[in-house]
């Protein structure tokens, strides 16, 4: 299973009930967080996920709604007495900015890894997941990103029987574990099919529409998308700060025939974000408006 949460879903500025714009996943034994603006630790803490079980961070741009949190969380995460590598993941500039960030935070219990993504560039974790990036249209440099997971082959039983593998190992091989057994060895790939496609993740926030993300998002699972204003009266100001609108959004969720759409990243002008969701629903049904603590686990289909 792979477990999202909408850690914040304001832009521009924090609010007394919105925290700004973050979102953290988990699968298997990894959890990375997309963004961290100032007091994510808070809204992190409200989940009651935790910090020290963050492996990777991924930075969206260099807006301060987007990282100016990081020495907080790093300092939190630094207390609960982490020692393993942290990886910080963002567009070309991460590391510099986010050492000048973390100058206030020296002393740490454990280090900090940096990757620097261009023009789609790939990033791979313990090889179970796939963090792909997109360039979007916005003000300065900015990154969307897709979390994918393969699943594993199917058991074939019917092979196992005929290479007469004692069903006491099946749970073994089916764990991708190599099995040895009266002088035979068993390797899994010998029982088990091709991969099958895993879960899908996109979070794409501070853009304008464009039609690489339409290629970008294809079936996803969940599509994770800003939405600053939901009147389309708002345009103008969307196309002047290079965001996105409600309809927008829902557009690019139904082209790319995703499953399902969270809005986030909220202007704090727009104080009742549902009380708009029919804007998108009109055009992608499956659409929602996303709140702090917003919760979803998905789980492979049978």
């Known amino acids: ?25 988990r699968y298997k034994t990894a959890t990375i ?19 020290k079980a963050i492996d990777v961070i991924c930075f969206t741009h ?9 020495p907080g969380l790093i300092h939190a995460i630094n207390h609960s007495g982490r020692t393993e590598t942290l990886t910080i993941v963002g ?8 050492e000048s960030l973390l100058i206030v935070a020296k002393g740490l219990s454990f280090s900090i890894e940096y990757v620097e993504l261009s023009d789609g560039d790939i990033f791979t974790i313990d090889d179970k997941i796939s963090i792909k990036s997109l360039p979007l249209d916005h003000r300065v440099t900015c990154l969307a990103y897709s979390l994918e997971t393969t699943r594993q082959g199917k058991f074939d039983i019917e092979r ?3 290479l007469n593998i004692p069903i006491r190992f099946y749970a073994n091989l089916q764990r991708g574990e190599i099995v040895e057994y009266n002088g035979q060895t068993y390797d899994p790939s010998t029982v088990l099919g091709p991969l099958r496609h895993g879960f899908k993740i996109v979070f794409c926030t501070d853009t304008r529409p464009i039609h690489e993300i ?27 700060y290079k965001h996105m609108l409600f309809s927008e ?18 202007s704090p002008s727009l104080s009742n974000p549902e009380d708009f969701i029919d804007i ?6 499956n659409s929602h408006t996303g709140y702090d603590g917003m919760t979803k686990v998905l789980n492979y289909e049978k």
């Open 280 to 285: 998108a629903r009109n055009i992608f049904e």
């Open 214 to 240: 339409v290629l970008f998002a294809k079936n996803a699972d969940l599509f994770i998308a800003e939405g600053i204003y939901a009147d389309d009266e708002k345009l103008d100001k969307a196309k002047e």
């Open 1 to 25: 299973m792979l477990e999202i949460a909408l850690v914040g879903t304001g832009g521009m500025m924090p609010l007394k009930n919105r925290h700004l714009s973050s979102m953290i996943c």
């Open 62 to 70: 260099f807006h301060a709604d987007h990282i100016t949190g990081l």
């Open 33 to 51: 967080l997309f963004d961290c603006g100032e007091a994510t630790q808070i809204s992190l803490q409200k989940i009651g996920w935790g910090f």
């Open 91 to 98: 567009p070309v500039g991460i590391q510099k900015v986010s």
């Open 160 to 162: 196992a029987n005929s």
């Open 249 to 266: 959004a829902a557009n690019l969720a139904k082209e790319a025939n995703v499953k399902e759409m969270w809005l986030t990243h909220y």
